[in-house]
């Protein structure tokens, strides 16, 4: 039989294989787009974690100390990064102490030849020193937050076999492994996980490798030490700083509160610099960054935990960042701090989850030190009705305090010794600013309130109420 077709049913036939070949063809480009955007994605990671492995195989080692099998016991071992495809993600929670070296020729057995015979004390490249900066940070993949502790270096402590000294000590006396030791005892236990020093000839070519940072200048500072060619002049306001300008804000402790103020401003910076330099680009630019700090840091973090805790930061929002500085108050002789024991229990409690037999206690508004700092530039008398809110609300330990003047657009709710719970009710209670946990507020305060332009505004709305 002869199976004749009609125009119609050829032209049916010809637009459905047509059809067939397109969808085949969609489904095929489909697949190949596909293949081509997971190959690309292997490629970057591959490309990364290459990048990190040439740094690790062709430089420096980062771990420079050579800690003995006792030393190497203080820090825990256990890893804290995953592995394979997950080498950048955490897994657990980790505590990790940085010191920052400021070393000269005296502090070091054999200083370098060239040193020997200058008219000065210059800097030298090495982690025997007195530690100038010291922090213990909580990376936290469970709560998605990160803590940061300043310690100042003027700390009286107990120093296992040494006495009472001041805790920048540690490390001349034994390194890292007692530094974390002493540490963790003053802070009722907390344990510490790794380690970094890095010196300060590090830390302004590290800022540079970031591409400098953004911060307001508190106030002019001018300082000459001729000895060590230390030379510092900055003008007060807001401006981009490079390395070298950058460690003179952070050098700078020629003021009313010595090393205390240079802590604040070291928490100014590590927010502007966690702000602007925190971003995804960050992971790619790491090898170049290791590289250009590599002979200026010694940590016993691996490259790959390197590599967790930077991406732990870049996933990390920025109101879930907190810095707090050690609870204490200056001692009447020898420029100590002197730490206060019940303080630091309740902060460890709360921020480091250590273990105590204290209960928490309820917090009375009437006994929180409320401290105004004015950022508007506006007469005092818009202060007023902020004070009275406060007194209506049961705050009456409120008083007006000196402000660095950094013009604010909202109003700063500063938590100065790490109580967000009070500062958040008080933001609460006023309806408007933004809680910061940290340290940079009034020293003798418990909440300082940095007051931005939004309160000019709810005040207005507050005393014009509009009719209905």
């Known amino acids: 039989m002869t199976i004749q077709r009609t125009s119609a049913?050829?032209?049916?036939?010809?637009?459905?294989?047509?059809?067939?070949?397109?969808?085949?063809?969609?489904?095929?480009?489909?697949?190949?787009?596909?293949?081509?955007?997971?190959?690309?994605?292997?490629?970057?990671?591959?490309?990364?974690?290459?990048?990190?492995?040439?740094?690790?195989?062709?430089?420096?080692?980062?771990?420079?100390?050579?800690?003995?099998?006792?030393?190497?016991?203080?820090?825990?071992?256990?890893?804290?990064?995953?592995?394979?495809?997950?080498f950048s993600e955490l897994t657990r929670p980790v505590n990790i102490l940085i010191m920052g070296m400021s070393v000269l020729p005296p502090d070091v057995r054999n200083p370098p030849g060239e040193t020997k015979n200058l008219k000065y004390l210059p800097q030298v490249n090495s982690f025997d020193g007195l530690a100038d900066v010291m922090l213990l940070i909580k990376f936290d993949p469970e709560k998605k937050k990160l803590v940061m502790l300043s310690i100042p270096r003027d700390t009286r402590t107990q120093i296992d076999g040494h006495g009472f000294k001041k805790i920048n000590s540690t490390n001349v006396i034994g390194g890292p492994a007692l530094t974390a030791k002493t540490v963790s005892n003053l802070l009722d236990g907390v344990g510490i996980d790794r380690y970094i020093r890095i010196n300060v000839l590090g830390v302004g070519k590290l800022i540079d490798a970031l591409g400098g940072v953004t911060v307001y200048v508190p106030k002019d500072m001018k300082?000459?030490?001729?000895?060590?060619?230390?030379?510092?002049?900055?003008?007060?306001?807001?401006?981009?700083?490079?390395?070298?300008?950058?460690?003179?804000?952070?050098?700078?402790?020629?003021?009313?509160?010595?090393?205390?103020?240079?802590?604040?401003?070291?928490?100014?910076?590590?927010?502007?610099?966690?702000?602007?330099?925190?971003?995804?680009?960050?992971?790619?630019?790491?090898?170049?960054?290791?590289?250009?700090?590599?002979?200026?840091?010694?940590?016993?973090?691996?490259?790959?935990?390197?590599?967790?805790?930077?991406?732990?930061?870049?996933?990390?929002?920025?109101?879930n960042m907190q810095m707090l500085m050690l609870p204490g108050q200056f001692g009447q002789q020898g420029g100590y701090w002197i730490p206060d024991s019940q303080r630091i229990n309740s902060m460890v409690a709360q921020h480091f989850e250590v273990e105590t037999d204290s209960t928490p206690q309820v917090v009375n508004p009437a006994s929180l030190r409320i401290a105004i700092q004015d950022s508007t530039g506006s007469d005092k008398a818009n202060l007023r009705p902020l004070i009275r809110a406060l007194e209506k609300s049961g705050y009456t330990n409120v008083y007006v305090a000196k402000s660095w003047g950094e013009p604010l657009e909202v109003t700063h709710i500063v938590a100065q010794q790490g109580d967000g719970s009070s500062a958040e009710s008080i933001r609460n209670t006023l309806g408007i600013g933004e809680v910061r946990v940290e340290s940079t507020g009034n020293l003798g305060s418990d909440i300082s309130i940095q007051v931005g332009k939004d309160w000019l505004q709810h005040r207005e709305i507050l005393e014009n109420p509009v009719q209905p």
Request: no cysteine.
């Open 9 to 86: 049913q050829e032209n049916h036939s010809t637009n459905t294989n047509n059809l067939s070949d397109k969808n085949a063809s969609n489904h095929k480009s489909g697949r190949w787009l596909w293949f081509w955007v997971a190959m690309s994605g292997i490629a970057m990671v591959s490309a990364t974690a290459g990048a990190l492995l040439a740094v690790s195989l062709t430089s420096t080692p980062l771990m420079q100390a050579s800690l003995s099998a006792d030393e190497a016991a203080v820090f825990d071992g256990d890893r804290i990064s995953g592995s394979g495809l997950r």
């Open 223 to 319: 300082y000459q030490d001729d000895s060590q060619h230390l030379y510092i002049n900055l003008k007060k306001g807001k401006q981009h700083l490079n390395g070298d300008q950058a460690l003179q804000l952070l050098r700078f402790r020629r003021d009313e509160n010595g090393d205390i103020g240079r802590i604040q401003r070291q928490q100014m910076v590590m927010r502007a610099l966690m702000e602007q330099s925190l971003n995804p680009a960050l992971v790619t630019q790491l090898p170049k960054v290791l590289n250009v700090v590599k002979e200026h840091i010694d940590t016993n973090l691996t490259l790959e935990e390197v590599g967790a805790l930077v991406g732990f930061g870049l996933r990390t929002n920025r109101s």
